[in-house]
């Protein structure tokens, strides 16, 4: 019997828009972890952490917060199209990203969270 790694861990990359686009997406016990870039690096480290203050179960609020990189307010907008679902279907545990875009239409957004899905390991 083969063992189950410690850490799951998925990969893709796609052209979205014309560009090179790659995500990789890891399960950590705490956190899920996910990096989209169309740099080939890192980029810009935010924070996605469900808020529990909130009384409505129905409507979930989420806390964003730019760890490393330009704290910039098109960054939090992406990261909670980008990260939201992702932190929802994982038990609303928080989601650690890392975006590096050239490309953040919404057209971009809508196919680099369908790639985010795709690579699943939560």
């Known amino acids: 019997m083969a063992a189950q ?3 799951k861990s ?3 990359e796609e052209i979205i828009n014309g560009i090179s686009t790659q995500v990789v997406c890891t ?3 705490n956190y899920i972890f996910v990096v989209l ?3 080939g690096k890192m980029g810009t480290l935010i924070s996605v952490t469900p808020d529990s ?3 409505d179960i129905s409507t979930p609020m989420f806390t964003t917060k730019v760890l490393l990189g330009k704290d910039e307010a098109l960054t939090h907008v992406c ?3 980008l990260a939201t679902f992702v932190s929802q279907e994982a038990g609303n545990r928080p989601v650690l990203l890392g975006l590096a875009l050239k490309d953040s239409s919404i057209e ?3 196919a680099m ?3 985010i899905k795709s690579c699943q390991v939560w």
């Open 10 to 12: 998925k990969q893709k």
């Open 5 to 7: 790694p410690l850490i």
């Open 108 to 110: 971009g957004i809508k």
């Open 53 to 55: 203050r909130t009384t």
């Open 27 to 29: 399960e950590f016990s």
């Open 113 to 115: 969270k369908d790639m």
């Open 79 to 81: 990261a909670k199209q």
């Open 37 to 39: 870039t169309q740099y």
